[in-house]
Protein backbone atom coordinates (compact mmCIF):
# COMPACT_ATOMS: atom_id res chain seq x y z
CA UNK A 1 0.00 0.00 0.00
CA UNK A 2 1.25 3.44 -0.35
CA UNK A 3 -1.94 5.92 -0.86
CA UNK A 4 -3.38 5.90 3.18
CA UNK A 5 -6.34 8.39 1.29
CA UNK A 6 -8.90 5.91 1.29
CA UNK A 7 -8.53 4.88 4.83
CA UNK A 8 -9.41 8.53 6.03
CA UNK A 9 -12.68 7.68 6.10
CA UNK A 10 -13.03 4.94 8.78
CA UNK A 11 -14.54 5.41 12.18
CA UNK A 12 -14.09 3.66 15.60
CA UNK A 13 -10.86 2.48 15.59
CA UNK A 14 -8.96 1.18 18.83
CA UNK A 15 -6.17 0.80 16.45
CA UNK A 16 -4.68 0.60 13.10
CA UNK A 17 -1.81 -1.53 11.81
CA UNK A 18 -0.22 -0.16 8.20
CA UNK A 19 3.54 -2.39 9.06
CA UNK A 20 5.71 -3.29 6.25
CA UNK A 21 4.15 -1.38 3.34
CA UNK A 22 5.47 1.89 1.22
CA UNK A 23 3.74 4.40 2.87
CA UNK A 24 5.23 7.93 2.14
CA UNK A 25 3.19 10.29 3.54
CA UNK A 26 0.82 9.39 6.87
CA UNK A 27 -1.03 13.24 6.57
CA UNK A 28 -4.30 11.58 5.36
CA UNK A 29 -4.43 9.73 8.50
CA UNK A 30 -4.71 12.91 10.50
CA UNK A 31 -8.46 12.70 10.58
CA UNK A 32 -8.70 9.18 12.25
CA UNK A 33 -9.27 8.75 15.84
CA UNK A 34 -7.52 5.39 16.94
CA UNK A 35 -5.34 5.02 20.00
CA UNK A 36 -2.30 3.26 18.17
CA UNK A 37 -1.31 3.67 14.62
CA UNK A 38 1.56 1.17 13.68
CA UNK A 39 3.49 2.04 10.73
CA UNK A 40 6.52 0.44 11.43
CA UNK A 41 9.01 -0.53 8.33
CA UNK A 42 7.55 2.09 5.68
CA UNK A 43 9.92 4.62 4.20
CA UNK A 44 8.07 7.60 5.84
CA UNK A 45 10.19 10.86 6.05
CA UNK A 46 8.15 12.73 8.70
CA UNK A 47 7.83 10.25 11.61
CA UNK A 48 5.56 13.15 13.41
CA UNK A 49 2.22 11.31 14.80
CA UNK A 50 -0.27 12.98 12.30
CA UNK A 51 -3.10 12.20 14.97
CA UNK A 52 -3.60 13.75 18.33
CA UNK A 53 -3.79 11.93 21.13
CA UNK A 54 -2.60 8.94 19.61
CA UNK A 55 0.42 6.65 20.43
CA UNK A 56 2.07 6.59 16.64
CA UNK A 57 4.94 3.44 16.21
CA UNK A 58 7.43 4.30 12.85
CA UNK A 59 9.91 1.39 14.06
CA UNK A 60 12.11 0.30 11.55
CA UNK A 61 13.04 -2.59 10.34
CA UNK A 62 17.10 -2.80 9.94
Known sequence: MVDVT???G????YQLS???NRIVDIKPLSSL?????YLDDNPIKDKT???KDAIC????LP
Open 6 to 8: PLA
Open 10 to 13: LKNL
Open 18 to 20: LMS
Open 33 to 37: NPLYL
Open 49 to 51: CPI
Open 57 to 60: SFWM
